[in-house]
């Protein structure tokens, strides 16, 4: 798959989760569960693609490093110094061509000092993703959700900085909120270069509430 076809997939596969979860939201008691019905939307043989080694790897993979590092509370990027540590994407969709171009071990993306080999090369660094997203599940009253969902929303920030891709940051809330006015600030005012999504979906005495999903500007 080329580039703009793979943002296309990426596009339906979080369109189709949404969906589900307004629909039945209780069908996801944790998020993993959400992770997993994504990644099922989105996994298909064609992303199966071949190293410059040899080794049949997927485009898609969840928990994926960061190609910079950062300090914990996500109050400064260090890029490749040394400085600080490297994070995980919750998941992403590789570019095929960087799958291609690279050992397995690169694009696994363990050893920081391939990072810093690949970044000398800009070009090709920025695009080694066509999609990263980073996904929470609102499940009880909890602040440290806003932290969190700001937190996630830095982090593709931060990376947008050397690279080129779709950043999605989706949140998901299977009750009613306490702090919802909130969580729906940093949704909506947060970098808008980063696509960011609230939906909600519950049920009461009176039936499912399930308000049409609130975005920072995009249309799903």
Known sequence: METVELKKVVFTGIKRTVNKFREQPYVFFTEMDIHSYLYHCLYSSKLEVETKDGVITTCLHKEYPTNF????????????????????????????????????????????RGVEARSRNEEKFRDELVAAIELKYVINNKKQFIEEVENDIWKLSMALNSQSFEAYNLVFCNHEYCYLDELKKVVTKKDQAVKSLLVISYYTKSGKVTPKPITNGWSI
């Open 69 to 112: 590092r950062f300090e914990k509370k996500l109050v400064k990027n260090y890029g490749l110094e040394k400085n600080g540590r490297r994070g995980d994407h919750d998941l992403v969709v590789l570019n095929p061509h960087f799958v291609t171009d690279f050992d397995i071990n690169n694009v696994v993306n363990k050893n920081i």
